[in-house]
């Protein structure tokens, strides 16, 4: 299995921060590499599929870099919405596997 | 509008069988993938497994293979989990998504269903 990491596991940031977040592969997974936003109580969503590609709807402080094991998430502004627990997710192998998780929290 | 919606929660006891639900619509069901992600209380997510409702073609997270049965009746654009036998530490939320074929991202979620199986 491919496993993957992501750093830190929990983060407390202000609004108007930027943020960034990691996620490291045991192996190469080229740019299969996703990222989710999830709420509490709510299922995640796709902000970021492809290491860097915007999904439609998601605003454009969010972006997405990386490729090959190591990868970031990167949040420019930190809005209060934003608040909320992030997963990456490879998709190279037949069996896809998430990160651990982030929890963003309020400073 | 895409849209994939679960059956309702379910309380179950050990050793019971179950069968849970997630029906797509507003696009052509038998051309994505459906996968299944687990997440027990409080924590994080974990991919279960897959299937192509076209063909059937099922695909299993190796911690799961064994304990679940993935299926799909495309007539009903519906696709299913199911457990022979609960335990306890099945207690989760199970959310149902589809997964367009580049790029193995889910870009639709199901609401969720919450399984809760307690003696």
């Known amino acids: 299995d491919i496993q993957m990491t992501q750093s830190p596991s929990s983060l407390s940031a202000s609004v108007g921060d930027r943020v960034t977040i990691t996620c490291r592969a045991s192996?190469?997974?080229?740019?299969?590499l996703n990222w989710y936003q999830q709420k509490p109580g709510k299922a995640p969503k796709l902000l970021i599929y492809?290491?860097?590609s915007l999904q439609s709807g998601v605003p454009s402080r969010f972006s997405g870099s990386g490729s090959g094991t190591d990868f970031t998430l990167t949040i420019s502004s930190l809005q209060p919405e934003d608040f909320a627990t992030y997963y990456c997710?490879?998709?190279?192998?037949?069996?896809?596997?998430f990160g651990q998780g982030t929890k963003l929290e309020i400073k | 509008e895409v849209q994939l919606v679960q059956s309702g929660a379910e309380v179950k006891k050990p050793g019971e069988s179950l069968k849970i639900s997630c029906k797509g619509s507003?696009?052509?069901?038998?051309?994505?993938?459906i996968g299944w992600v687990r997440q027990m209380p409080g924590k994080g997510l974990e991919w279960m497994g897959i299937?192509?409702?076209?063909?059937?073609?099922?695909r299993y997270s190796p911690s799961f293979q064994g304990q679940v049965t993935i299926s799909a009746d495309k007539s009903i654009s519906t696709a299913y989990l199911q457990w022979s036998s609960l335990k306890a530490s099945d207690t989760a939320m199970y959310y149902c998504?589809?997964?367009?074929?580049?790029?193995?991202?889910?870009?639709?979620w199901g609401q969720g269903t919450l399984v809760t199986v307690s003696s």
């Open positions: 998504a589809r997964r367009p074929g580049d790029w193995g991202n889910f870009d639709y």
């Open positions: 507003g696009y052509s069901f038998t051309s994505y993938w």
């Open positions: 299937i192509y409702p076209g063909d059937s073609d099922t």
């Open positions: 192996q190469s997974i080229s740019s299969y």
């Open positions: 492809a290491a860097s």
């Open positions: 997710q490879q998709s190279y192998s037949t069996l896809d596997t």
